[in-house]
């Protein structure tokens, strides 16, 4: 399927926007579940050289290759797998320990506001009117879900210390989506990204080494290797991989939209695996959601 056909004539694209996130609100199963077993800097950096050790007998030949490529875009992909993998990977982890999932929330969806002011500033990115208010009707949906439909209750919650690691997060997915769709590679879209997980791991290593040392023990028994490999598969290999097709066929200010449509499967998700229960508040804000995105998609073509 070529990215031009798929653009112009199918709402193919636009499919994944709503596919995608099912993958990656997954990872609220591993920042709530896993993290009671494996230490958040160690989730991450086993998930990402996991999901390395996974990808690498496919494309380490495609790699070696390419040496010179490799060489060439050093200092880009391990760029990216530090932005990526690296604080997108352990950050959201270490701010479950100590603040709420509605905060983070809240502040996860400021990244596509981000990728919008750094694309247009850095990379000229045009953005329009109706992008520009499908992107406010989205934050009206999730705040919406995260407020319980309740203004008040919005406006008295409490901020802690680990919702800057949530700021730190947002801001790092941002830069992570604008230069991965900007910053051209001769490499295929797995084969990058099989070097973007391995310079990830390698990036978390120094800071899994400072944990291990001075604050958690890594117990590697059977919860270890379930949440390493959960991890690494469903948010990371597929999550990643279907964002990064999302990208290439609708750019990155319109990719970051996932993480609006996230937040309401990782509502669906509590409802399933938490026994939350299921409110007028979550069909609204959904609706604001979905309404928002598709607002956002009714942009011209060039």
Not at 51 to 73: A, H, M, T, Y
Not at 255 to 267: K, N, R
Not at 291 to 298: E, M, N, Q
Request: proline content about 3%; some cysteine; aromatic content about 18%.
């Amino acid at each position: 399927m070529k990215p031009s056909l798929t653009r112009n004539n199918s709402y193919f694209p636009y499919l994944l926007l709503f596919i995608q996130p099912v993958f990656m609100a997954s990872n609220i199963i591993v920042a709530r579940g896993g993290v009671e077993y494996v230490p958040p800097i160690s989730l991450a950096f086993w998930r990402w050289l996991t999901v390395f050790f996974i990808l690498s007998p496919f494309f380490l030949s495609e790699i070696l290759k390419k040496k010179k490529d490799l060489n060439k875009e050093f200092w880009k992909l391990f760029f990216l797998g530090s932005m990526g993998c690296g604080v997108c990977g352990a950050f959201p982890f270490i701010a479950g320990m100590s603040t709420t999932m509605a905060n983070m929330g809240i502040i996860y969806t400021s990244s596509p506001i981000f990728i919008i002011i750094l694309s247009v500033m850095f990379f000229k990115d045009k953005i329009t009117s109706s992008r520009i208010i499908g992107l406010l009707i989205c934050l009206i949906g999730v705040l919406t879900i995260i407020g319980k439909g309740n203004l008040q209750l919005l406006l008295n919650l409490k901020f802690t210390s680990g919702d800057l690691w949530m700021i730190g997060a947002a801001i790092g997915w941002a830069v992570y989506s604008i230069y991965l769709l900007n910053w051209k590679s001769n490499f295929s879209l797995m084969g990058r990204f099989t070097i973007i997980s391995l310079f990830g791991a390698i990036s978390l290593f120094p800071f899994y080494l400072i944990e291990e040392i001075y604050f958690f023990n890594t117990e590697f028994n059977n919860n270890f290797i379930f949440w390493v490999l959960f991890a690494a598969i469903s948010p990371g290999i597929i999550a990643f991989t279907l964002y990064t097709k999302v990208q290439k066929y609708v750019g990155a200010s319109l990719a970051g939209f996932t993480l609006y449509i996230f937040s309401v499967y990782s509502a669906i998700y509590g409802i399933i695996l938490f026994d939350e229960a299921l409110m007028n508040f979550h069909y609204i804000g959904a609706a604001f959601v979905f309404l928002g995105v598709y607002l956002a998609r009714k942009v011209k073509s060039k």
